[in-house]
């Protein structure tokens, strides 16, 4: 009885603080949108817009003071979502990213009995058995799971050819608290949904489940092991890259055992040079391999940040370069459909070859624009700036006066804000995965900017372009080919079929167009009558006052006539 009763106890303080959780998110969420809406919205509608902009700095640093606490205090998704927003995934000021960049590294790790509790339960076996030795002190503690240094029994180690391996658990009772946390997001997302100036921009509540889906995923480590797996497959001959292995028989849905492959992190500078590796060629490199996974392979790592990415040197050195890059954490993964990947292929081309009306057109490819956009101004807008820009490379932009793209800025800005853009659904991850890459790229050479890279690897996809536009012509003459066979035959019958009278034309759509062409016609002719008598009303006027009045009022027997035909029409 006392082991029922407690754990009754036990049930009723979990939804209590499940109930606690929820509240204190949307408390959070409440609030900020109310002070938001006031300030952003409302003062503007009144005139007092210089109040808004006068305090939006202070209180773009106030909100990301608060949400840095609530998400540490809280864990779960809240240091997801701090991550996406300090990795600028949407347009938002340096007040909020810069105070969130540290949320990756403040995630307080599980005491280890829970996790050996946790660990034991998934894999059947005490982990004395599964394990030659295991390490307490994690060496990586994330919101959703830390990981342990393990080496393998003998006799896994004889069945995967490895010694050392990186044990990933899964925090006890995480399922509950990303349930909780998701169910707050999706409230919040429809209360975004209502803001006409935001649901204009974006399907919030869209975004909502892809970050629902991909955390989801993310939590489940036989989905993790999976993504390694078609990671490793995708670069498989690859000497500039390099994926560790899962050992299946240590791996359950919240248990994951991998090949230790800890290296030099990417970042750290000093070490790299310590081992003979220059950072400044790393980082191009690192830039090439993340374009590689996003536009050839579509399936790209979606949180490359630094933790996630070791530079490992090669001892035989039978390759180009005497290092590689190694991946880890494929929890968080993006898949870039094939519409996808050929509009920012398209994108880049454009941008390449300085083709204005292209860069707008794959815009629009991609989801961005809207279908029914009016982009003549748009288009000339980026004509000119190719025309200004053009002649240089994307490397030498950053030597041009700023108050020159603030000319630009100012002359077309206001085109450009009346656009409707948007954020499609699938550029979450795409977002998030290009800003951690110039972050990361950033780290290994100040000077770095992610479209030195770009610029030759546009020029790659040209190249191959003109390739596929060949292999396009030549299925397109042995379409043209096939039609000029069959054409005789089709003819043929086509003429058999009108002598025996069994062939009638109907286009209602034509007959519909003729009809108002017709309409439109009528009520032109209509209206230069109107326009007409009433000139002439007015001029005759003068001298023949009857006459005149006659000729206008006449005019306005036209001038019914265009307005009750338009309404008929």
């Known amino acids: 009885m006392a082991s029922v009763r407690q754990g009754r106890a036990d049930s009723q303080s979990e939804a209590g603080n499940t109930r606690a959780r929820y509240r204190r998110i949307m408390r959070f969420a409440g609030w900020n949108l109310a002070v938001t809406w006031w300030f952003e919205l409302f003062l503007p509608r009144i005139g007092l817009t210089r109040i808004a902009e006068r305090t939006r700095r202070?209180?773009?640093?106030?909100?990301?003071?608060?949400?840095?606490?609530?998400?540490v205090d809280l864990g779960g998704l809240m240091i997801k979502v701090g991550q996406f927003m300090s990795s600028r995934l949407d347009v938002l000021p340096p007040e909020i990213t810069s105070e969130l960049e540290g949320l990756q590294d403040e995630v307080p790790p599980v005491p280890f009995p829970a996790i050996r509790t946790l660990a034991e339960a998934e894999l059947g076996v005490s982990l004395a058995q599964a394990f030659a030795s295991i390490d307490e002190i994690p060496v990586a503690a994330a919101s959703l799971g830390q990981a342990h240094r393990a080496t393998l029994g003998a006799l896994d180690a004889a069945d995967t050819g490895l010694v050392g391996a990186v044990l990933?658990?899964?925090?006890?009772?995480?399922?509950?608290?990303?349930?909780?946390?998701?169910?707050?997001?999706?409230?919040?997302?429809?209360?975004?949904?209502?803001?006409?100036?935001?649901?204009n921009?974006?399907?919030?509540?869209?975004?909502?489940?892809?970050?629902?889906?991909?955390?989801?995923?993310?939590?489940?480590?036989l989905h993790e092991a999976a993504n390694s797996e078609r990671f490793a497959a995708d670069f498989a001959g690859d000497d500039r890259v390099s994926v560790p292995s899962v050992v299946w028989e240590r791996t359950t849905r919240r248990v994951l055992t991998l090949e230790d492959v800890t290296a030099i992190k990417i970042t750290d500078t000093d070490a790299l040079r310590a081992a003979g590796i220059d950072p400044k060629e790393v980082a191009p490199l690192f830039a090439t391999v993340m374009f590689d996974q996003l536009f050839t392979h579509g399936f790209f790592h979606a949180d490359p940040h630094?933790?996630?990415?070791?530079?490992?040197?090669?001892?035989?050195?039978?390759?180009?370069?005497?290092?590689?890059?190694?991946?880890i954490d494929f929890g968080m993964m993006g898949e870039a459909p094939s519409s996808t990947r050929s509009g920012l292929r398209k994108l880049l081309i454009a941008a390449a070859s300085r083709d204005g009306k292209g860069l707008v057109n794959a815009i629009r490819d991609l989801g961005v624009l809207l279908p029914t956009a009016e982009t003549t101004e748009l288009e000339r807008a980026m004509v000119q700036l190719f025309a200004r820009f053009g002649g240089m490379g994307f490397a030498e932009l950053r030597d041009v006066d700023p108050r020159e793209f603030r000319d630009f800025a100012k002359q077309f800005g206001d085109v450009v804000r009346s656009l409707p853009f948007q954020l499609p659904e699938n550029f979450l991850l795409i977002i998030r995965a290009m800003s951690l890459t110039s972050g990361v790229c950033s780290a290994l050479d100040p000077e770095f900017n992610l479209w030195d890279s770009v610029e030759p690897y546009a020029a790659q996809l040209l190249r191959d372009e003109g390739g596929n536009v060949v292999k396009d012509l030549a299925q397109q003459a042995i379409e043209i080919a096939g039609i000029a066979v069959r054409l005789p035959r089709r003819l043929d019958e086509l003429v058999t079929r009108f002598e025996d009278g069994t062939v009638s034309v109907q286009s209602p759509g034509v007959e519909r167009r003729v009809a108002r062409l017709e309409r439109t016609a009528q009520r032109l002719v209509s209206a230069l009558l109107f326009g007409g008598l009433l000139i002439a009303g007015?001029?005759?006027?003068?001298?023949?006052?009857?006459?005149?009045?006659?000729?206008?009022?006449?005019?306005?027997?036209?001038?019914?006539?265009?307005?009750?035909?338009?309404?008929?029409?």
């Open 306 to 327: 630094p933790g996630n990415i070791f530079v490992t040197p090669v001892v035989d050195g039978s390759g180009e370069r005497p290092w590689k890059l190694t991946f």
């Open 538 to 569: 007015a001029v005759l006027r003068a001298e023949d006052a009857v006459f005149g009045t006659v000729l206008m009022v006449a005019s306005v027997v036209p001038l019914l006539h265009a307005v009750f035909a338009s309404r008929r029409g």
């Open 58 to 71: 202070r209180r773009m640093q106030r909100f990301a003071r608060r949400f840095h606490v609530l998400a």
């Open 168 to 199: 990933k658990v899964q925090r006890p009772g995480i399922d509950e608290i990303v349930d909780v946390d998701l169910r707050a997001l999706r409230k919040v997302g429809g209360w975004l949904s209502r803001v006409r100036l935001i649901s």
């Open 201 to 221: 921009r974006v399907n919030v509540p869209a975004l909502v489940e892809e970050f629902a889906v991909t955390s989801l995923e993310e939590i489940d480590y």
